[in-house]
């Protein structure tokens, strides 16, 4: 009896006529909703193409890079320790008051080149960038280890330049040299600023980069 009785039930929920509408619902939904998915998911991916496109076409459509502006102002094979970073001093924009910089511009083309520079600790870094603003070189310090740092940047171009002190029979010092194919760019130096009790340690430490022509 039971049985029978959830049978009718069952038929006349079936027979009601908002079983009915929900029913055509139902085969009308999967329809309309996967195509206005699939336009959802294509505007979600135009989107998305159209920001990466922008994203890297922006660097070839600025007039002025980083390097144009920041390269007439370094003498070449030279370091220069700039100032604190203030409203008034600071060489691009955005730069942020809690690190100091230092910059040597480099050019292989007249040979090769050797900067060494300091990192006392976490925090300390140093970059190389190409005109074009790509990182192809940056370390970093390490805590409770000083690291010395020597690079020498040589001409991208296969041609020689010069013979090594080695070749000469002449010891160097510069054992743990490691060698880097670049044109020319800048190498950055990047200290955090720790405030006026750290400002001579700090200012010892960004004199000591070094960044020359081989003399060979």
């Known amino acids: 009896m039971p049985v029978t009785r959830a049978r009718e039930l069952l038929k006349r929920v079936r027979a009601h006529p908002l079983a009915e ?5 139902g085969r009308f939904l999967p329809s309309r909703a996967g195509g206005g998915l699939r336009l959802l998911l294509a505007a979600l991916c135009g989107a998305g193409i159209l920001h ?28 220069k320790v700039l ?9 691009l924009p955005f730069l ?10 480099y050019d292989t083309g007249r040979g090769p080149v ?7 600790g976490p925090g300390w870094s140093v970059a190389l960038h190409t005109p074009s603003g ?19 940047l040589v001409p991208s171009a296969e041609r020689f330049g010069g013979l090594t ?21 800048i190498v950055v130096l990047r200290a955090p600023d ?23």
């Open 96 to 105: 942020t008051p809690a690190w100091r910089y230092a910059l040597c511009r």
């Open 165 to 185: 002190p080695e070749s000469l029979g002449v010891a160097t010092q510069s054992e743990n040299r490691q060698r880097i194919e670049t044109a020319e760019g």
């Open 83 to 91: 100032p604190a970073v203030t409203p008034s001093s600071q060489p």
């Open 114 to 120: 050797s900067v060494s520079a300091q990192l006392p």
């Open 194 to 216: 720790r405030g006026s009790a750290f400002a001579p340690f700090i200012e010892a430490a960004m004199r000591s980069f070094r960044c020359s022509a081989d003399a060979f």
């Open 52 to 79: 990466i496109v922008a994203t890297l076409a922006a660097p070839g459509m600025i007039a002025t890079s980083a390097y144009d502006r920041v390269a007439p102002t370094l003498p070449l094979h030279q370091v």
């Open 21 to 25: 509408r929900l029913k055509r619902l």
């Open 134 to 152: 790509s990182n192809i070189y940056a370390s970093t310090g390490q805590d409770g280890r000083p690291i010395e740092l020597r690079l020498k």
